[in-house]
């Protein structure tokens, strides 16, 4: 998978075919231990970003335990 983040700190997550594939018959990622923290290191980079990227409002904003995450 790859991280495409933009100037606006929105970010695309790309799966490979293959990955697709395991998604749609698995379900589920599973990472290994040194995947996970690659995937892990690679979340932190684009948080240490998203602040300097987001606009005021978004910068602004709270998240709750029940807050829901919507893709597009």
Known sequence: MKFKQYDNG??????????RWLILKKGKIHLSDEALRHFGNHLVGIVSEWNL??????QEKITYNDTKIEGK
């Open 10 to 19: 929105s970010c695309d997550i790309e799966f490979s075919v293959k990955e």
């Open 53 to 58: 990227k987001f606009k005021q409002e978004t």
